[in-house]
């Protein structure tokens, strides 16, 4: 009599069902990236209200369920779009120990971080200040606060750069919108084939901003310190 034959096949174990969750995992990041990366330059190009989610999903060569399944409504994706804008805002804040170290290269290098950071992701910081009024008005005010956060932190370096000596400024305040003013709109004008590299650009942007508020005697000279310049000898502190 033959013997029964053995099932060929076997009840996959618990490594084999979680490679196989991590997959399915990536392959919902990714496509929820795509939607994202469309939506973000659709709003950029046409502006949030002009764009439909029928438009992302052309552009995507895909249905709008597909959208659907991953997010909620077109307000759900440009939520996801501010809240990442404002997480790479923060990391470049929370980079910088703002108690710690001369304020001269303090100054210096947070200003050519945000002037960096503003160049690399000059659509989504493009997409975000123009499309804040079609926030709702409860992330507007965290939206707020965190730049009221910012411009505190950016505030207590040239109050210290004063104390130093190493600032002349009568006002704190109008330093500050100054100084963001001049960092924070580097996307309006920036050119991808310029004559500058966007680490020229931010470095050069970092200098502006040092001589702006720096005291006569260190402004004599063409540039900002060279202790400020990202060059030296890093002694900026993480928080």
Known sequence: MPKPKKKSGRTPGPRGRGDRAGIRTRLFDFKREQILEVAERLFYERGFRSTTLDAIAAELSVTKPFIYYHFRNKQDILHVLVQRTMQRN?????????????PTELLHELCRRIVF??????????????????????????????????????????????????????????????IQGMINWAYTWYRPDGRLSPELIADGVADLAVRAVVAVSRAAGARAPESARPSAPARIQAA
């Open 117 to 178: 950071l503003v160049i690399n992701s000059r659509t989504s910081i493009a997409m975000f200040w123009r499309e804040q009024k079609e926030v709702p008005e409860q992330e507007k005010l965290v939206m707020h606060a965190a730049k009221q956060r910012h411009d505190g932190q950016l505030q207590r370096i040239i109050e210290r750069g004063i104390a130093s000596g190493e600032f002349a400024v009568d006002d704190p305040k109008l330093a500050v919108l100054s």
């Open 90 to 102: 923060a990391e470049v804040f929370g980079g910088i120990n703002v108690e710690q170290g001369r």
